[in-house]
């Protein structure tokens, strides 16, 4: 799996309009074959800074992902509302998504 971590700082007065403007690259992204997950975020320390993180079934999906229209189209669009170049971490790692935290369970009530 390709896991993908991605730290979008937009401009302050483009904070409200990120989410919306990303919505078709999103929904998009979500229908690709090779897609496990493409979840958004927002930091609770910079209100200015959104966190993607998504993950992509194999190298081969994750090169399709770059490669497609609505790839490029969103990084245009991306380019005139960040305010710095975002920050990623990408890397392969084994499993096929989210796994379960051994170390909390939920308790009865």
């Known amino acids: 799996m390709i896991f993908i971590a991605v730290k979008?700082?937009?401009?302050?007065?483009e904070r409200d309009n990120?989410?919306?403007?990303v919505e078709?690259?999103?929904?998009a992204t979500r229908q690709e074959p090779g897609n496990l997950f493409f979840?958004?975020?927002?930091?609770?320390?910079?209100p200015d800074q959104f966190v993607l993180l998504e993950a992509f079934a194999s190298p081969e999906a994750g090169e399709?992902?770059?490669k497609s229209e609505?790839?490029?189209?969103?990084?245009?669009?991306?380019?005139?509302?960040?305010?710095?170049?975002p920050e990623i971490i990408n890397v392969e790692v084994p499993?096929?998504?989210w796994s379960r935290m051994a170390e909390v369970t939920p308790r009865p009530r």
């Open 95 to 97: 499993g096929e998504g």
């Open 24 to 27: 078709p690259f999103t929904l």
């Open 64 to 66: 399709a992902h770059v």
């Open 39 to 46: 979840e958004w975020s927002y930091s609770v320390e910079n």
């Open 70 to 85: 609505h790839f490029a189209s969103a990084m245009d669009l991306m380019a005139d509302l960040v305010a710095q170049t």
């Open 18 to 21: 990120w989410l919306p403007a």
């Open 8 to 13: 979008f700082t937009v401009r302050s007065e």
